[in-house]
């Protein structure tokens, strides 16, 4: 079945990078869009980019433009997540997703990773 | 950009029927599908609903899904309520800037 696993995350001062990645297994990788979404502790969820099949269109929320990266390697079928100039309001849980297009659900979930931006 | 309202919480007990209700602050509910995800303590979101009333297999039909323009809203409806529905619930819909929203989430507690 499909499957989805997020590795990367960690604790991290402020200003500092990290990067996260999603391994994907079950399904053709290379014809779905790939969302990181993020959970701050005990708070909602908020979206953070997402890149298409192919990787050349991305979009990012406005909190992290300029700061994150979105990228796949779909030979690994595997998306990245370069995160820089961490804030401590960048702490949560990071989530990925797969969609089939750009209205569509975000349809399978992975577990998460942890990152805490701590000083 | 626009917003996605939800009731911080609601409860009932087991058997009876929840409704969530999800309010766009701007532009039109019918603009865009709306999702909706179930994410239980501890565990990752995973959809109950999608494209406002669609049902992915394995969700059972306790689970229902529509819109209504007339309010602006969607809605989430949890029929014959069971102890496993306990969770926290999110709308979600597309911007037409590229950005996706997230409903501020609701919890229900089965009583």
């Known amino acids: 079945q499909v499957q989805l696993v997020e590795s990367g995350g960690g604790v991290v001062q402020p200003g500092r990078s990290l990067r996260l990645s999603c391994v994907v297994s079950g399904f053709t990788f290379s014809s779905y869009g790939m969302h990181w979404v993020r959970q701050a502790p005990g708070k909602g969820l908020e979206w953070v980019a997402v890149v298409w099949y192919d990787g050349r269109i991305k979009y990012y929320a406005d909190s992290v433009k300029g700061r994150f990266s979105i990228s796949r390697d779909n030979s690994k079928n595997t998306v990245y997540l370069q995160m820089s100039s961490l804030r401590a309001e960048d702490t949560g849980v990071y989530y990925c997703?797969?969609?089939?297009?750009?209205?569509?659900?975000?349809?399978?979930w992975g577990r998460g990773t942890t990152v805490i931006v701590s000083s | 950009n626009f917003m996605l309202t939800q009731p911080h919480s609601v409860s009932e007990s087991p058997g009876k029927t929840v409704t969530i209700s999800c309010t766009r602050s701007s532009g039109s509910i019918a603009s865009h599908y709306v999702q909706w995800y179930q994410q239980r303590p501890g565990s990752a979101p995973t959809t109950v609903i999608y494209d406002n009333d669609q049902r992915p297999s394995g969700v059972p039909d306790r689970f229902s899904g529509s819109i209504d323009s007339s309010s602006n809203s969607a809605s989430l409806t949890i029929s014959g309520l069971k102890t496993e529905d306990e969770a926290d619930y999110f709308c979600?819909?597309?911007?037409?800037?590229?950005?996706?929203?997230f409903g501020t989430g609701t919890k229900v507690t089965v009583l």
């Open positions: 979600q819909s597309y911007d037409s800037n590229n950005s996706y929203v």
């Open positions: 997703a797969t969609t089939g297009g750009p209205s569509g659900p975000m349809d399978v």
